[in-house]
């Protein structure tokens, strides 16, 4: 009688562990993660509002590359264009409300703050400087000089 009294709830705890495994459903697949660059800015949260044009540059400090997009996108700066690096470690806000996940993140904006062109990831000197100029004049850049 002791041994059925030590038996019997081993077998129960066995059947309900059993149970338990069983029912386990494998981990999901992992999905790839899509970054996405922000569609529109607000041009009151960035440095000369008034300017035609607008890049900005999301970067972070502990980013390799993110030196190397910012300083290509701060060469662009005029009268007509005003640049913006955007550092996750001092401007985490803008980082949050831009849903910006992925760094480097460069945008550049109308007059209006509507996103016309954007890069997550290296961007080559050329690629960044096509893109504006053909934004800035459409028909400028030969054709599939901006493609890439």
């Known amino acids: 009688m002791d041994r059925l009294i030590v038996v019997v709830p081993l077998i129960a705890v066995a059947v309900a562990v059993a149970f338990v495994v069983q029912r386990r459903r494998p981990d999901a697949p992992a999905q790839p993660v899509e970054h996405v660059a922000p569609s529109q800015l607000d041009r009151g949260d960035f440095a000369r509002p008034d300017a035609p044009w607008l890049v900005?540059?999301?970067?972070?400090?502990?980013?390799?590359?993110?030196?190397?997009?910012?300083?290509?996108?701060?060469?662009?700066?005029?009268?007509?264009?005003?640049?913006?690096?955007v550092e996750y470690g001092r401007d985490r806000a803008l980082h949050?409300?831009?849903?910006?996940?992925?760094?480097?993140?460069?945008?550049?904006?109308?007059?209006?703050?509507?996103?016309?062109?954007?890069?997550?990831?290296?961007?080559?000197?050329?690629?960044?400087?096509?893109?504006?100029?053909?934004?800035?004049?459409?028909?400028?850049?030969p054709e599939g000089c901006g493609d890439h």
């Open 56 to 85: 900005v540059t999301f970067t972070s400090a502990t980013c390799g590359t993110c030196s190397d997009v910012a300083s290509k996108a701060a060469v662009l700066g005029s009268d007509s264009v005003s640049c913006v690096d």
């Open 96 to 141: 949050d409300r831009y849903h910006v996940t992925a760094v480097p993140t460069l945008v550049i904006a109308d007059s209006q703050g509507v996103v016309r062109r954007s890069f997550i990831g290296p961007v080559s000197a050329t690629h960044l400087w096509a893109a504006l100029a053909e934004l800035r004049d459409p028909g400028s850049v």
